[in-house]
């Protein structure tokens, strides 16, 4: 699964992939993004991309209530275009999350050990999701959401966990937002093929409130 992550920008290294668009001034540092919080991503259509803030934690559509425990913060890559909470955003609203590095937790006897993983040589990327237009009957209220997709993990992420984020390539990224079919968006739910940097981090990620810079620094087990 992904269950946290940070985002603390670089969005220059993106404005390729993205093809000029407008990603403004930056957004502020986050080092341990949890799910409930507001998480920066881009989604668009066939008028353009837009850059924007999603809660994360799907709320679809169809719901009555919008529901306050976040659980659906990822979409299995498997089932998406079968499950009802997230088939039709699967088919019409794709997005991609932007992120530096996730956590992960490895099971080990004296309890969980976090690990944060990143990207050498691309420090900002894309990670495919979903989101979702929520309004109440009054139309009072509104909640963009979003859910990030999980697939299998790759040789190296499956020592540390059976699951991963799917991140895409620089070239799949807007093929991703708005794809010529939906057969082209399953096949790029893909475990990531490239080389990951995987190291332990501080068990102080496990406080939700902590955004320290520390909880990225490597530490000796």
């Keep these: ?3 946290r992550f940070v985002f603390f920008d670089q969005l220059e290294t993106l404005k390729g992939e993205l093809s000029g668009l407008f990603l403004g001034k930056g957004t502020s540092p986050r080092y ?5 919080s507001e998480v920066f991503g881009v ?3 066939s008028k353009g991309l837009k850059a924007g803030y999603f809660q ?3 709320v679809p559509r169809w719901a009555a209530e919008p529901k306050t425990n976040f659980k659906m913060i990822n979409a ?4 998406i275009d079968q499950k009802k909470s997230f088939k039709e955003a699967f088919e019409y609203r794709r997005c991609v999350i932007l992120a530096n590095g996730f956590f992960e937790w490895q099971k080990t006897d004296p309890g969980k050990q976090p690990y944060f993983i990143s990207l050498p040589g691309r420090p900002v990327f894309a990670m495919a999701a979903i989101w979702e237009r929520w309004r109440s009957f009054d139309l009072q209220s509104e909640i963009i959401s979003t859910s990030i997709i999980t697939t299998s993990a790759n040789e190296q992420m499956s020592l540390i966990h059976d699951r991963m984020p799917v991140i895409l390539s620089p070239d799949e ?3 991703w937002i708005r794809p010529d079919s939906l057969i082209a968006a399953k096949q790029m739910l ?3 093929s490239g080389t990951l940097e995987i190291y ?3 068990r102080d990620v496990n406080k939700g409130g902590d955004e320290s810079p520390h909880l990225i620094q490597p530490v000796a087990i």
């Design 43 to 45: 989604a668009g259509n």
């Design 200 to 202: 332990p981090v501080s």
């Design 173 to 175: 990224i807007q093929g």
């Design 190 to 192: 893909n475990p990531f």
């Design 32 to 36: 341990n993004i949890s799910p409930g």
């Design 56 to 58: 994360w934690g799907l």
């Design 76 to 79: 299995r890559a498997e089932t």
């Design 1 to 3: 699964m992904c269950g």
